[in-house]
């Protein structure tokens, strides 16, 4: 595969680099390496030694060889998060995830005596594997009260509802796979797909995607790699008309807005577009930063990831003794960050594919509230400085954040949206807060759902926490 490439950052928010979108111009480049610029010339990536190339190259691309592919592939994992979606469809989605990924199954489907949809996801699963060479997989259900339990029993309670089970959510799915993901210690780096794509061509190029942001940036210790898809047809009477995504045109151009007004935010150029995958279904990251982030629930979860990074990031900056309980949350509660001051470094990698993504029609409820939840996160956790002092001091003040909200309701309520402010996420700590090492005892022995597929091993975390 390679992709467009640009020497700097579009965004620069104290350690985190936010890259404006890169798109794939060729899927298949065999032994190709590195970066090539317009005169042929080709280098191993040293993010370190790149002063050399040609910054102002606007026909650099970046290539990734197809043995560099591989390996990252088998030390991926990817969550397949779904609901009642049709069986065949979800094997399709899970067929086109090359055979050397992990893939976890977070099913939410229906389950009762006379039509337990899970199990029909579970038996069409095994006999993909089989069929697939004896390939790895696990499944589990989000409702499994063994899982609500572990999460309960590790001091993380906003994850379960009042039955004592993990809550009908998305993010809170993606969440237990993350955790299930953390008890394959030879997994590097952990991804998501949605299970109602129809086109399973796209999901082998997203995979690839993830793998060439992750060796691109190989240097950095956490990469965050999110796809714009190349187009979103939607099928009218027969045919494709061209589309874009509803709710990602309206929070993507929110982000924007946001990285416009953000004091101390940095720029290379015009960062009016930066922001293109707000509402990224497909995205991945290393098992680092998946352990690190705070994960909101329900479909805040995946704008919110962009919020929790530029907290982190400023958090790490103005903290002198570590980043601890900035991440207060609108709930009252306060979730634990772990970077020490200075150490904060990550990456965020926009890559647009070439196929199409196609999926089955929405309805407007569903993409009102996907539009209010991702507006909700940038509403209530925007970024600052986490005392007074170091507001005034770097300029930071109330100014931004009261223009920023004031535009934003007075854009829902001519918009329909809504004359009150947007819901708040609903957010979990981060996994390596927790003690890992319980929540992975307890799954294994009360998680009746769980199944273990092919040549796969799960190991309890050794320590306390998700940092060894």
Same mark, same amino acid.
């Given at each position: 595969?390679?992709?467009?490439?640009?020497?700097?950052?579009?965004?620069?928010?104290?350690?985190?680099?936010?890259?404006?979108?890169?798109?794939?111009?060729?899927?298949?480049?065999?032994?190709?390496?590195?970066?090539?610029?317009?005169?042929?010339?080709?280098?191993?990536?040293?993010?370190?030694?790149?002063?050399?190339?040609?910054?102002?190259?606007?026909?650099?691309?970046?290539?990734?060889?197809?043995?560099?592919?591989?390996?990252?592939?088998?030390?991926?994992?990817?969550?397949?998060?779904?609901?009642?979606?049709?069986?065949?469809?979800?094997?399709?989605?899970?067929?086109?995830?090359?055979?050397?990924?992990?893939? !976890?199954?977070?099913?939410?489907?229906?389950?009762?005596?006379?039509?337990?949809?899970?199990?029909?996801?579970?038996?069409?699963?095994?006999?993909?594997?089989?069929?697939?060479?004896?390939?790895?997989?696990?499944?589990?259900?989000?409702?499994?009260?063994?899982?609500?339990?572990?999460?309960?029993? %590790?001091g993380a309670p906003e994850m379960t509802d009042g039955d004592h089970r993990i809550r009908n959510g998305k993010g809170e799915g993606m969440l237990l796979g993350v955790a299930l993901a953390a008890m394959c210690p030879e997994r590097?780096?952990?991804?998501? %797909?949605?299970?109602?794509?129809? !086109?399973?061509?796209?999901?082998?190029?997203?995979v690839r995607a993830y793998a060439l942001g992750f060796y691109m940036h190989r240097e950095e210790p956490d990469v965050m790699v999110r796809i714009k898809w190349g187009s979103k047809p939607k099928p009218v009477r027969n045919r494709?008309?061209?589309?874009?995504?509803?709710?990602?045109? !309206?929070?993507?151009?929110?982000?924007?807005?946001?990285?416009?007004?953000?004091?101390?935010?940095?720029?290379?150029?015009?960062?009016?577009?930066?922001?293109? +995958?707000?509402?990224?279904?497909?995205?991945?990251? +290393?098992?680092?930063?998946?352990?690190?982030?705070?994960?909101?629930?329900?479909?805040? !979860?995946?704008?919110?990831?962009?919020?929790?990074?530029?907290?982190?990031?400023?958090?790490?900056?103005?903290?002198?003794?570590?980043?601890?309980?900035?991440?207060?949350?609108?709930?009252?509660?306060?979730?634990?960050?772990?970077?020490?001051?200075?150490?904060?470094?990550?990456?965020?990698?926009?890559?647009?594919?070439?196929?199409?993504?196609?999926?089955?029609?929405?309805?407007?409820?569903?993409?009102?509230?996907?539009?209010?939840?991702?507006?909700?996160?940038?509403?209530?956790?925007?970024?600052?400085?986490?005392?007074?002092?170091?507001?005034?001091?770097?300029?930071?003040?109330?100014?931004?954040?009261?223009?920023?909200?004031?535009?934003?309701?007075?854009?829902?309520?001519?918009?329909?949206?809504?004359?009150?402010?947007?819901?708040?996420?609903? %957010?979990?700590?981060?996994?390596?807060?927790?003690?890992?090492?319980?929540?992975?005892?307890?799954?294994?022995?009360?998680?009746?759902?769980?199944?273990?597929?092919?040549?796969?091993?799960?190991?309890?975390?050794?320590?306390?926490?998700?940092?060894?």
């Amino acid at each position: 595969m390679r992709v467009d490439y640009f020497f700097e950052p579009c965004v620069k928010y104290y350690g985190l680099a936010i890259q404006r979108v890169q798109k794939v111009v060729e899927l298949g480049v065999g032994t190709a390496d590195g970066l090539n610029l317009t005169e042929g010339s080709s280098i191993h990536v040293n993010l370190n030694t790149r002063g050399s190339a040609r910054a102002d190259d606007p026909r650099a691309t970046f290539a990734i060889p197809f043995d560099a592919s591989r390996d990252i592939e088998s030390k991926m994992v990817i969550i397949v998060p779904t609901k009642n979606e049709p069986v065949d469809r979800l094997i399709s989605v899970i067929g086109g995830i090359p055979s050397s990924v992990l893939v !976890i199954l977070i099913s939410n489907s229906s389950r009762t005596s006379g039509d337990d949809k899970y199990k029909q996801e579970v038996d069409a699963l095994r006999e993909h594997c089989l069929k697939a060479g004896n390939r790895p997989a696990l499944a589990i259900h989000q409702r499994d009260p063994g899982a609500g339990e572990a999460f309960e029993a %590790v001091g993380a309670p906003e994850m379960t509802d009042g039955d004592h089970r993990i809550r009908n959510g998305k993010g809170e799915g993606m969440l237990l796979g993350v955790a299930l993901a953390a008890m394959c210690p030879e997994r590097q780096y952990v991804g998501f %797909v949605d299970s109602d794509n129809i !086109i399973p061509g796209a999901i082998d190029e997203y995979v690839r995607a993830y793998a060439l942001g992750f060796y691109m940036h190989r240097e950095e210790p956490d990469v965050m790699v999110r796809i714009k898809w190349g187009s979103k047809p939607k099928p009218v009477r027969n045919r494709l008309e061209p589309s874009d995504g509803r709710s990602s045109r !309206i929070v993507n151009k929110w982000f924007n807005r946001m990285f416009s007004l953000l004091p101390n935010a940095s720029s290379a150029g015009n960062a009016a577009g930066l922001m293109q +995958t707000g509402n990224a279904g497909e995205h991945a990251m +290393t098992m680092s930063l998946a352990l690190k982030l705070n994960w909101a629930g329900g479909y805040a !979860i995946e704008p919110y990831q962009i919020m929790c990074l530029l907290f982190m990031a400023v958090a790490s900056a103005y903290r002198p003794n570590g980043v601890n309980g900035v991440n207060g949350l609108a709930n009252g509660r306060s979730h634990r960050h772990t970077h020490q001051p200075g150490h904060f470094s990550a990456k965020v990698v926009q890559i647009e594919t070439t196929n199409p993504h196609i999926h089955r029609a929405t309805d407007d409820e569903h993409i009102r509230g996907m539009i209010l939840e991702g507006l909700g996160c940038m509403y209530h956790r925007l970024p600052s400085p986490p005392s007074a002092h170091s507001r005034a001091a770097n300029g930071h003040n109330a100014d931004f954040e009261t223009q920023f909200r004031s535009e934003m309701l007075a854009f829902m309520e001519q918009n329909d949206l809504g004359r009150t402010v947007p819901p708040a996420p609903r %957010v979990s700590k981060s996994l390596e807060s927790l003690d890992l090492r319980k929540m992975h005892s307890i799954m294994l022995q009360s998680c009746r759902s769980l199944e273990v597929i092919g040549p796969c091993r799960l190991v309890p975390s050794r320590s306390q926490n998700g940092r060894a």
